[in-house]
């Protein structure tokens, strides 16, 4: 089977997922291809060849394409028009969508051309906002080609108009979430035309063997104001009067970073926080095999089962969040994990503490959040599951034109 991946940028360093996505579908035996929107990150070579997918077949914006784009318009007209128009008519009241969208229809336009010339079985939107657009050009010119679109949080949250118009007319809605369903739903879909098909993490076999250090606690995420990284720095504080051993390990960049260094600082901290910046996915994986605990507090609204957690569990590490929808598909509070209110920084500090001072509990948790990730969350299992929902999209489709 031939797959054409729709992402907005590729390879975004702070996006895994997709990259474990391609992977797992390589390792079936699939073709594939990936069209971008936007140009290629600086670094992407470099990138690409640490996910191991430096061979893979990448159509990425530019400057240049965008006029290319633009003299596209001029000679395949009617289908300049029909965006054109689809946009205008969708998005009319609301600026900032139709300003982005009609800029992006020249880009459109060559990636058209591009799924002309690849001829994939299935055009699938890794994103489902804005990418909106070549789905439904191809849905109208080429109805051989599956279209697969995926709507998570993010995608909804963002409430682009033509996302809704596509998922109407699209062979195949994917999510990551059951909670994402009854927003999906919202759209006009009925909810056995939406497949349920979790992001997941690559399983490796033997599986990870941990080396815990006692007291490792340990936050991998982007260190943006909405994971809220100051509260886990809080909990972590108070958590310290119960574990003088205790440490945190803070893996991951971003604009919040000095406010967490000066944070830790006022706290009295000092030496017991350690900030690691950016660090490779091995890396990242290294500390996790290490870490007793991992701790994030986030309330990204756009966020749904965060693979970082995913990656923790399958490292067995005790892993506490704050409860976000969805959540509960991951973490059974007590079992797999912790679940914490957020905001609640004495109640998850005592928690934590009290689950940390008994080895067994420890053990217990880690043991079961592993075998939860890995009967789960396996991202070969779950793409071979997708790419069966495919299959049988596309036997549909050739029944009806044969």
Request: glycine share 8%.
């Amino acid at each position: 089977m031939k797959i054409a991946y729709v992402t907005m940028q590729f390879p975004v360093a702070s996006e895994t997922f997709a990259a474990v996505e391609l992977r797992a579908l390589q390792r079936l035996g699939e073709t594939l291809s990936v069209l971008s929107y936007r140009a290629a990150p600086p670094g992407a070579e470099k990138t690409l060849a640490a996910r191991q997918l430096a061979d893979l077949d990448i159509d990425s914006g530019s400057a240049t394409a965008t006029l290319r784009g633009i003299w596209l318009a001029l000679s395949r007209p009617r289908d300049a028009g029909f965006l054109v128009a689809t946009v205008c008519r969708h998005c009319w009241n609301q600026p900032r969508h139709l300003a982005k969208a009609l800029a992006l229809v020249p880009r459109s336009l060559i990636l058209l051309k591009s799924v002309e010339r690849l001829k994939p079985d299935v055009l699938h939107l890794f994103w489902g906002h804005y990418p909106s657009l070549i789905g439904l050009l191809v849905h109208r010119r080429h109805p051989q080609i599956v279209v697969s679109q995926f709507l998570g949080a993010y995608d909804l949250e963002r409430r682009f108009p033509l996302s809704g118009l596509l998922a109407r007319q699209a062979d195949c809605v994917v999510t990551h979430a059951k909670a994402n369903l009854p927003a999906i739903a919202a759209l006009g879909l009925e909810s056995e035309d939406i497949t349920v098909s979790y992001r997941g993490v690559e399983v490796p076999a033997p599986l990870p063997q941990p080396r815990k250090v006692r007291g490792l606690i340990a936050v991998a995420e982007r260190l943006v104001p909405q994971k809220h990284t100051a509260e886990v720095v809080h909990i972590f504080a108070k958590l310290r009067g119960m574990m003088p051993e205790a440490r945190l390990l803070i893996l991951g960049d971003g604009p919040e970073a000095g406010n967490l260094k000066r944070l830790a600082a006022d706290l009295g901290l000092g030496e017991t926080v350690t900030f690691a910046g950016h660090v490779s996915h091995d890396a990242v994986f290294d500390h996790l095999a290490r870490a007793e605990a991992v701790v994030t507090m986030s309330q990204s609204r756009s966020e749904r089962l965060p693979n970082a957690i995913k990656e923790a569990m399958l490292h067995r590490c005790l892993c506490v969040t704050g409860r976000s929808p969805g959540i509960e598909e991951l973490i059974k509070d007590g079992e797999t994990g912790l679940l914490a209110e957020p905001g609640d920084i004495a109640g998850t500090a005592q928690r934590l503490g009290q689950v940390l001072s008994d080895d067994s509990a420890v053990s217990r948790i880690g043991a079961a959040a592993q075998a939860r990730i890995v009967e789960g969350f396996n991202a070969d299992r779950l793409m071979q599951q997708r790419r069966d929902v495919w299959s049988a999209k596309l036997a549909t489709k050739s029944g009806h034109t044969a």
